[in-house]
């Protein structure tokens, strides 16, 4: 469907998403994935299954950059509490 169009997302470009966007981004990649993973069934050409895995590593790449904004979010709310969660609070065991 969108091969060219879903080269290889560099990660500076989703920093400056929303988390609308990134959600929808997600979610072409995933169907992106689901009809290569059925041209790789049907045996199609060679050229689709080696894009198998750039889109897996935007899945990556796009669910990283939701993560760390989510959290950092959450740092920013708690930052002037009495508590964190336990999640948030630096980890001394390392």
């Known amino acids: 469907?969108?091969?060219q169009r879903m080269a290889k997302?560099?990660?500076h470009e989703l920093r400056g998403k929303t988390k609308q966007e990134l959600t929808k981004q997600l979610d072409?990649?995933?169907n992106e994935l689901v009809n290569l993973r059925v041209a790789k069934v049907t045996g199609s050409?060679?050229?689709k299954l080696s894009k198998i895995k750039v889109v897996r590593k935007s899945i990556a790449?796009?669910?990283t950059v939701i993560n760390?904004?989510?959290k950092a979010e959450l740092r920013k709310f708690?930052?002037?509490k009495k508590y964190l969660p336990l999640d948030l609070?630096?980890?001394k065991t390392r």
Do not use: E, F, M, N
Request: no cysteine; charged share 25%.
């Open 89 to 91: 609070r630096t980890k």
């Open 9 to 11: 997302i560099k990660v």
């Open 78 to 80: 708690y930052s002037g």
């Open 68 to 70: 760390q904004t989510q």
């Open 1 to 3: 469907v969108g091969l």
């Open 45 to 47: 050409a060679a050229s």
């Open 28 to 30: 072409d990649l995933k």
């Open 61 to 63: 790449r796009v669910l």
